[in-house]
């Protein structure tokens, strides 16, 4: 994942007419080796802010609190009615999004076989408003190049920033996702670069959730990810009793931590979730290490794992591996 750096100072564009999504093409190489600035999550969400209706209240935030970094935790939102989130909204925003933006996969197929718009083209509005017969997952990655999304999740960001930011740091690299599900579409057992939360906006699912760590999560399956980018993981049916799972229903958010391995399952009604996501200084350095480890691992090497997060460094390997990339070496 790359790390936009505003010439501002800060991860995201303050009020100027700039999109985001202009700061992350125009900048995306700015800041291989540099540390990042980031601008307070609320200066891109006044307006959301402004009208009352904070995404998480004090109840939710304390459950957060209690399980940042290292656990999972189910908390409520306020954004399961929010209409920018209704299956017609969305539709019409998939039509604004780039076609690389916007996933799909048929409701049984394995991870390899999700399809962006660009390599599959679909009249994507129909299968969005037909998603109750479709048998379908579809995905909207980067969605805060919408405004009127990215005020949505600046709004998510600033109710929990004061809480993220004394644990981890500022939150870096900021996204949002929009999951929209048939029926019992089951997503396979897979892990995020990223720390998550999970708001249900419409429908039930079970969301199983395993710790990141062998057996469910290997050095060498972190290693594979960040060579290749499949983030597919191997399941064994012995592990079913070793995982939380949780029930969510319009309302329910789910916070799960960097990297935890998880399945998911869509019950007998359509889904629509969104997830926001974010990284730490710490998290980008453990994720660049692990791609010189790979590097290194071809070249015949044994390399240590990183440093354990949330607190553990890899700025050596971070940095040799940012250099690496910025002289042409890495292919």
């Known amino acids: 994942m790359r790390h936009p750096r505003d010439k ?65 935790c189910l908390m409520r939102h306020s954004l399961a009615h929010h209409p920018l989130l209704s299956l017609d909204a969305l539709a019409e925003a998939a039509s604004r999004l780039g076609p690389a933006n916007v996933l799909r996969r048929p409701g049984d197929a394995s991870l390899e076989a999700v399809r962006s718009l660009a390599e599959a083209p679909a009249d994507i509005a ?83 959730v395993f710790p990141p760590e062998p057996p469910f999560l290997t050095p060498a399956q972190n290693e594979t990810y960040h060579r290749t980018g499949r983030n597919g993981l191997a399941w064994d049916d012995a592990w079913a009793s070793q995982g939380r799972i949780f029930d969510l229903g319009p309302g329910d958010a789910l916070h799960h931590t960097f990297k935890a391995p998880h399945w998911v399952e869509v ?6 979730s969104l997830s926001l996501t974010w990284c730490s200084d710490n998290s980008l350095e453990q994720n660049d290490a692990w791609s010189f480890n790979a590097w290194l691992r071809e070249r015949g090497f ?4 990183p440093a354990p997060l949330p607190h553990g460094r890899s700025r050596l390997r971070a940095n040799a591996w940012r250099v690496i990339r910025r002289l042409g070496l890495a292919g």
């Not at 900048?27 to 540390?35: I, Y």
């Not at 129909?126 to 997952?137: K, P, V």
């Not at 044994?302 to 794992?305: A, F, Y």
Request: contains cysteine; hydrophobic residues 45%.
């Open 8 to 72: 501002g100072g800060g991860l995201w564009p303050r009020q100027r007419g700039l999109k985001i999504s202009d700061v992350s093409d125009s900048l995306r190489d700015t800041l291989e080796v540099a540390s990042i600035e980031a601008t307070p999550m609320n200066m891109i969400a006044p307006a959301f802010l402004a009208a009352g209706q904070q995404p998480f209240d004090e109840t939710a935030r304390a459950a957060f609190a209690a399980a940042y970094p290292r656990g999972a």
């Open 302 to 305: 044994d390399p240590r794992p």
């Open 126 to 208: 129909s299968l969005i408003r037909s998603i109750a017969d479709a048998n379908l997952w579809i995905g909207f990655k980067d969605l805060e190049q919408l405004p009127e999304y990215a005020e949505i999740l600046g709004a998510v960001g600033a109710s929990l920033e004061d809480l993220i930011t004394p644990v981890t740091g500022l939150p870096r690299c900021l996204r949002a996702f929009i999951f929209i599900s048939s029926p019992r579409v089951r997503f396979p057992f897979h892990a995020d670069p990223e720390y998550n939360i999970l708001a249900q906006i419409a429908g039930r699912k079970r969301f199983a």
């Open 267 to 272: 019950d007998d009604e359509p889904s629509i």
